[in-house]
T-cell receptor, first 114, second 114 residues
Framework: SQQGEEDPQALSIQEGENATMNCSYK?????LQWYRQNSGRGLVHLIL?????REKHSGRLRVTLDTSKKSSSLLITASRAADTASYFC??????????????FGKGTHLIIQP | KAGVTQTPRYLIKTRGQQVTLSCSPI?????VSWYQQTPGQGLQFLFE???????NKGNFPGRFSGRQFSNSRSEMNVSTLELGDSALYLC?????????????FGEGSWLTVV
């Protein structure tokens, strides 16, 4: 089952504007990762934030994590046409022993209008 | 260094046949996991291998199986294909099983079952 739920499901903005996507999850996590997927392609890793971190930056990306609300947000500043893609959050659960897979949300489809 | 490599990229199979997909992880990565992506179910974890042993398995029928070789390369097999098995199959690798490692994905193998 999908633990992460991204919001909104689709987002269309003008080039140069900022895009914010949100992700909620249900169980305790070890870390949360954001990925980008261009149509028909594989997943590109964007950023990983650990459960003891609150904010992380990478270039034009800013990720926040609120473990009390079980939510995360991804902000892309000064958007470009090349940012058009689907964005997924994925959680790595905090559970004992063994290796669990990532649990993905359904994604936010971002369209940057030129 | 090279990323996660998956072959073949595209294939078409007939119902009832079986298929084998191959994945080469990033050099030095010993953990390989597999995911299925469909429009209806999204991204779902299939299984993860480390040191040639399956460490965890998602909620998929026994028709889905995999293995890992001593060089960390992995294959997954789907037997008795069904139309619903049409999907993008993604392979991912990470250095080990420690939580908090970034997980890197390949470009995927597009399987169409007719």
């Amino acid at each position: 089952s999908q633990q992460g739920e991204e919001d909104p499901q689709a987002l269309s903005i003008q080039e140069g504007e900022n895009a914010t996507m949100n992700c909620s999850y249900k169980t305790s996590i070890n870390n949360l990762q954001w990925y980008r997927q261009n149509s028909g392609r594989g997943l590109v890793h964007l950023i990983l934030i650990r459960s003891n971190e609150r904010e992380k930056h990478s270039g034009r990306l800013r990720v926040t994590l609120d473990t009390s609300k079980k939510s995360s947000s991804l902000l892309i500043t000064a958007s470009r046409a090349a940012d058009t893609a689907s964005y997924f959050c994925a959680t790595d659960k905090r559970s004992g022993g063994g290796a669990d897979g990532l649990t993905f949300g359904k994604g936010t489809h971002l369209i940057i209008q030129p | 260094k090279a990323g996660v490599t998956q072959t073949p990229r595209y294939l078409i199979k007939t119902r009832g046949q079986q298929v084998t997909l191959s994945c080469s992880p990033i050099s030095g990565h010993r953990s390989v996991s597999w995911y299925q992506q469909t429009p209806g179910q999204g991204l779902q974890f299939l299984f993860e291998y480390f040191s040639e042993t399956q460490r965890n398995k998602g909620n998929f029928p026994g028709r889905f199986s995999g293995r890992q070789f001593s060089n960390s390369r992995s294959e997954m097999n789907v037997s008795t294909l069904e139309l619903g098995d049409s999907a993008l199959y993604l392979c991912a690798s990470r250095p080990g099983l420690t939580r908090g490692n970034t997980i890197y994905f390949g470009e995927g193998s597009w399987l169409t079952v007719v």
